[in-house]
């Protein structure tokens, strides 16, 4: 008999709900993927490190001269100098960042705040690494606050002699919330008197909307000292099938976190490494990511108006939240699950995100769109969608 170490743990919510796209030939605006391919350029770097032999195994901690080109890239945009040699890994995806960073730093008994709605593979880490995950909610829309907003007291108050790490995902998924200045200054007074670590899940931070800058927790030195900053490359190049990331951190915490790698994943592609190395020498690539999902964003926002859908505006990430109160009073699974099988439209409830995604409290009428979609795509939704 086998005894689960994650006994409430199933198919996650978006491999269920792309199967029952492919069952009925939906169209798939709910799991985080672009429908188009990413740069040719790209492409055949990749393929010319693979006929000049990168072809076996890696430096584990990652290729030097790629681990050389996001230290500077991180310099560069956010004035914090990591050191490549010690304070940068790269990771088989930010998945996996998540979770050596996680098990790097949580021991049994210890507790991690988590803000919901939160992205799905949190929870199963701390438990795994023996924590005790402790969420406190963001606060939903509503008439006088049409977006979800934070409210710090709440993290404060959820603060207890236990608490050992914070995870901060910011622009947030799946409600496209950023931080602000004021924000990074309460995250300073939560810690700085205490022994608690900050995980910065940052896998969409070149996807930032209204011409803003993007605020790392790198940005501030203190936060940086405490901090497992995370990115992806597969959200920032159109190729998350590639399931290459990276973790910036303190040389300590970096110490901790490579002998969890080592033995988790030991290194990650090469050939793939070596491409974004060369790749992202020409910070246009990544520059001008904001401005390419801005159009997306605003297509299909002003394309929501003309159904019964009430879309709320992200700012950042390639999501977008619509409400639905106007269509149906179903839960947000039930409705999410009508949708693709009479419509034919796959979205995600919001509510899938939440401890609880059954709980009253879970469900405020909410579904996440992706719109990392070629606009053929968006636009057959959206004609399904106006004759709702």
């Not at 978006?14 to 990413?38: K, T």
């Not at 934070?150 to 993290?155: E, L």
């Amino acid at each position: 008999m086998i005894k689960s170490k994650l006994p409430d743990v199933g198919t996650t919510i978006f491999s269920i709900m792309s199967q029952l796209a492919n069952e009925y030939n939906a169209i798939n605006l709910g799991q985080g993927f672009p429908d188009f391919n990413p740069d040719e350029k790209l492409v055949s770097l990749v393929n010319k490190a693979m006929i000049n032999g990168h072809n076996q195994y890696p430096y584990m901690p990652g290729v030097q001269a790629l681990r050389i080109a996001i230290a500077n890239k991180i310099s560069q945009l956010y004035s914090h100098n990591y050191n490549p040699e010690t304070e940068i890994t790269v990771t088989n995806g930010a998945t996996e960042a998540l979770m050596s960073s996680i098990l790097s730093v949580v021991h049994d008994g210890d507790e991690v705040i988590v803000i919901e709605p939160c992205y799905d593979s949190y929870v199963p880490c701390i438990k795994l690494a023996g924590g005790v995950p402790v969420f406190v909610s963001l606060t939903p829309p509503s008439k006088n606050n049409p977006a979800y907003s934070i409210d710090w007291n709440k993290v404060k108050n959820a603060i207890t002699e236990k608490t050992r790490l914070i995870i901060l995902n910011f622009p947030h998924n799946p409600t496209g919330l950023t931080l602000k200045s004021s924000d990074l200054d309460a995250i300073e007074d939560l810690i700085k008197d205490k022994e608690i670590f900050l995980i910065g899940d940052e896998v969409y931070e070149h996807i930032v909307f209204g011409n803003k800058p993007f605020l790392s927790l790198s940005t501030r030195d203190f936060l940086a000292s405490r901090s497992f900053v995370i990115s992806s490359f597969g959200k920032t190049y159109h190729t998350t099938g590639w399931k290459v990331g990276y973790c910036s951190a303190p040389k300590a915490l970096t110490a901790e976190f490579r002998k969890i790698h080592q033995f988790v994943v030991f290194t990650v592609s090469s050939p793939m490494q070596y491409a974004f190395a060369e790749f992202m020498k020409d910070p246009d690539t990544y520059l001008n990511l904001s401005s390419f999902y801005q159009k997306k964003h605003d297509y299909l926002y002003n394309g929501l108006l003309n159904t019964r859908f009430k879309p709320i505006k992200s700012e950042g990430t390639f999501f977008l939240l619509a409400d639905y109160s106007d269509v149906s009073s179903d839960n947000e699974l039930d409705f999410a699950t009508e949708l693709t099988k009479k419509h034919g439209v796959t979205l995600i409830p919001v509510s899938a995100f939440y401890k609880d995604s059954l709980a009253l409290v879970s469900n405020n009428n909410l579904v996440r769109f992706c719109f990392a979609k070629k606009n053929e795509t968006l636009e057959k939704a959206l004609q399904v969608l106006s004759t709702i």
